[in-house]
C-alpha cells in the first residue's frame, strides 16, 4: 500500500485537561444556539482531523475511534476525496439534478451499478440520507407492487423519520415519546445464531419468518421485505447461511420487492463493498 502523507502526527498528545477551556467556551455558545435534542458523544469540538487522529479546539490530539460513525475509513481528510470534493464544488455548489442534470450524478450511478451485486440491469437514484433511501425504497416498492404490507425483522434499524423508525425495533432509546409511526409494517423475527435454538439452519430461521408473513399478513400484501444484510444497532447480527437466499427466493415466488438496507453494513464495511455480498453466490441473489 502506499505510504499515506499525514498533515497531523498520528499519535494522542494531549495538551490540556479534556475539554479544555476552548471546548467548554464552545459548549456554552452550544447550548445557547443548538437544539438539546442534538446530543454529542464526546465533549472536545474538533478542529481539524487526519487519518486515524482528531485535533481538538485547544490543540490536543486524540484517537479518532468513531470516524463519524464509522464512515471514514480512507481517512478523516483523505486528499482524494479532498481533490474531488474541492474539483465539484469550483465549478458549482448545487443545481438539483431534478432542475438542471450533470455528469457527476451519472457517474455515481453507473459505479454504483458496477459495484453493487448482480449481474442484471441496474439503475441508481441518489438521496441525502440512509433513512431518506429507504423510505423511497418503500416507496417504490409499493407503487411497483400495488400493495402496501412492509416485512421488518427484530432487532432491525432503519433511521429517525417517521416511517423509518416505525420500521425501527427498539422503542428504547430510539422511539420513545415520538409516536404514533406509520401503520403497515409488521415486524417478524431475524436469524440470530448466538440467541437461536441450538443448530436452527438460516433456512429453517427463514421459514419461521416466512410462516408469520403468510399467515398474518398475508403474501400477497407484501410489498417490501427490508432488511440489513448483517443488522448494525441491533448489536452486528450476522445472520445463519442461508437465512437471505431463501428470503429473496420467496420474495421473487411471491412477487414481493427484496430490500437490503446496507446503510450500516455496507461500502467495504464487512469486507466486501455490500454485505449482502457473503450470499452473493447464491442462485437466488
Ligand atoms: C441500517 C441503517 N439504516 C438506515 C440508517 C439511517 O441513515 P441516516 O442516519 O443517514 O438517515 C442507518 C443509520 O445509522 C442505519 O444504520
Request: glycine fraction near 8%; charged fraction near 20%.
Amino acid at each position: 500500500m502506499a505510504e499515506i502523507e499525514y498533515t497531523l502526527e498520528q499519535k494522542r498528545d494531549l495538551k490540556t485537561s479534556i475539554p479544555g477551556p476552548k471546548s467548554v467556551e464552545l459548549a456554552e455558545r452550544r447550548s445557547n444556539a443548538v437544539a438539546s435534542g442534538v446530543a454529542s458523544s464526546v465533549p472536545v469540538y474538533a478542529d481539524k482531523l487526519d487519518g486515524g487522529v482528531i485535533l481538538d479546539a485547544d490543540g490536543n490530539q486524540l484517537i479518532d475511534l468513531g470516524s463519524g460513525i464509522a464512515v471514514t475509513s480512507v481517512g478523516a481528510s483523505a486528499p482524494k476525496v479532498v481533490e474531488k470534493v474541492k474539483e465539484a464544488v469550483e465549478k458549482f455548489t448545487h443545481t438539483c439534478f431534478m432542475v438542471t442534470p450533470y455528469e457527476g450524478y451519472v457517474a455515481v450511478g453507473e459505479k454504483i451499478a458496477e459495484l453493487t451485486p448482480g449481474s442484471f440491469d441496474k439503475r441508481a437514484a441518489l438521496f441525502n440520507s440512509g433513512s431518506e433511501a429507504v423510505e423511497n425504497a418503500v416507496k417504490i416498492a409499493r407503487t411497483y407492487t400495488k400493495r402496501s404490507a412492509v416485512v421488518v425483522f427484530d432487532h432491525a434499524y432503519h433511521g429517525r423519520t417517521n416511517l423509518t423508525l416505525a420500521m425501527t425495533s427498539k422503542v428504547m432509546p430510539y422511539k420513545q415519546g415520538f409516536g404514533p409511526f406509520a401503520s403497515d409494517v409488521y415486524r417478524v423475527p431475524m436469524s440470530y445464531p448466538f440467541r437461536d435454538a441450538d443448530g436452527m439452519t438460516g433456512q429453517e430461521a427463514a421459514e419461521r419468518a416466512l410462516l408469520l408473513i403468510e399467515k398474518q399478513v398475508g403474501a400477497e400484501n407484501v410489498a417490501a421485505v427490508v432488511i440489513e444484510p448483517i443488522q448494525g444497532e441491533g448489536g452486528f447480527i450476522v445472520p445463519a447461511e442461508g437465512f437471505l437466499p431463501t428470503l429473496t427466493k420467496w420474495c421473487q415466488d411471491n412477487g414481493a420487492v427484496f430490500v437490503a438496507d446496507e446503510v450500516q453494513a455496507g461500502i467495504a464495511r464487512t469486507g466486501t463493498w455490500f454485505s449482502s455480498e457473503w450470499e452473493a453466490s447464491s442462485p437466488t441473489w
